[in-house]
């Protein structure tokens, strides 16, 4: 079995800063891309940032120059900087990680519970 759980969400001001964590954990033989999505109620899953274990990213053109993505491969851990942070960027916020098990399965993705970002005076 492999988890993921994130931290770091709250209720911040517009033009704030938060800091998301995400911690991968369990039968963790290989992690590839590892990611952030979000979700605003009424809409769709989107993608947020992504991150190769070799350091490569991609990010949402609605996030460009704001979010900065990281990882730290030897702790299973994906980060995600969010600066001058607007009202449109509220939503669960979602890692997710494509992950090869210990058992030989996969590459599979795996996804954490969420954890709610809200923009707002």
């Known amino acids: 079995q492999v988890q993921l759980v994130e931290s770091g969400g709250g209720l911040v001001q517009p033009g704030g800063s938060l800091r998301l964590s995400c911690a991968a954990s369990g039968s963790i033989f290989s992690i590839n891309t590892m990611g952030w999505y979000r979700q605003a109620p009424g809409n769709q899953r989107d993608l947020v940032a992504a991150?190769?274990?070799?350091?490569?990213?991609n990010y949402a053109d609605s996030v460009k120059g704001r979010f900065t993505i990281s990882r730290d491969n030897a702790k299973n851990m994906v980060y995600l900087q969010m600066n001058s942070l607007k009202p449109e960027d509220t939503a669960v916020y979602y890692c997710?990680?494509?992950?090869?098990?210990?058992w030989g399965y996969g590459p599979r993705a795996y996804w954490g519970q969420g954890t709610q970002v809200t923009v707002s005076s």
């Open positions: 991150i190769t274990r070799g350091g490569s990213t």
């Open positions: 997710n990680a494509d992950v090869k098990d210990t």
